[in-house]
């Protein structure tokens, strides 16, 4: 099958039409504009690829999501947290969340946070969609989330940590802030596993997102 590549002013296609391999790969081209990512979010799509890459969206036929009620703290954690290490905050310093978030971790070649998907994502923070979640540790950042919120869904986009259990400990936050019903994670992985996560299937997130947006 070929895939579609869409020019700046064409609709997304249906959902059905994403590939199984590589799961979910829907489309690629348009933009990264506000418009273009408020659109794709409320339709359960998010862009991901490579800086040698053209814009890629996807969208999974499984979603890993937390619930926040359920979100799993191992008794390591539950000690660790209770001498209250860190403080949070919210929307404070979201350039240098995203911009941390953007760095190469060990044994990883570059990035999947290009400068215009930084910059794309400012943008959605200024237009009140794209929030950061900090971390500081006696006045030092060390730890942050940002992603994007439709309702009370929180679809996280990336974590960074300098500290021991900052990025961890930032999502338990943010999952008891009271501000969000799930953490969209979009794919699964055994650190998500761990913490709670499952997976449903893409129409029942998509028909949830369309109840948040219709509240």
Request: charged fraction near 20%.
């Amino acid at each position: 099958m070929r895939l579609p590549w869409l020019a700046h002013s064409d609709p997304f296609p249906a959902r059905e039409l994403a590939l199984e391999e590589p799961d979910g790969l829907l489309c690629a081209g348009a933009d990264l504009s506000v418009d273009r990512l408020v659109t794709a979010y409320r339709q359960g799509i998010f862009p991901w690829y490579s800086e040698d890459e053209p814009i890629l969206w996807w969208t999974p036929a499984k979603r890993a999501v937390i619930p926040c009620e359920n979100i799993h703290i191992s008794r390591s954690m539950k000690r660790f947290l209770k001498r209250e290490p860190f403080t949070y905050s919210h929307n404070q310093c979201f350039e240098a969340v995203i911009e941390a978030c953007s760095q190469p971790r060990p044994q990883q070649w570059g990035t999947w946070i290009t400068e215009d998907m930084k910059q794309a994502y400012i943008e959605l923070h200024n237009a009140g969609h794209a929030h950061s979640y900090e971390c500081w540790e006696q006045g030092e950042l060390v730890g942050g989330v940002y992603g994007v919120a439709t309702g009370r869904i929180f679809s996280g986009e990336s974590m960074f940590s300098i500290s021991t259990n900052a990025s961890k400990s930032t999502l338990i936050h943010i999952a008891h802030s009271n501000d969000y019903d799930w953490i969209d994670c979009q794919v699964m992985n055994p650190h998500l596993r761990s913490l709670g996560a499952t997976e449903i299937d893409r129409e029942r997130f998509v028909a949830r997102l369309t109840q948040e947006i219709q509240r």
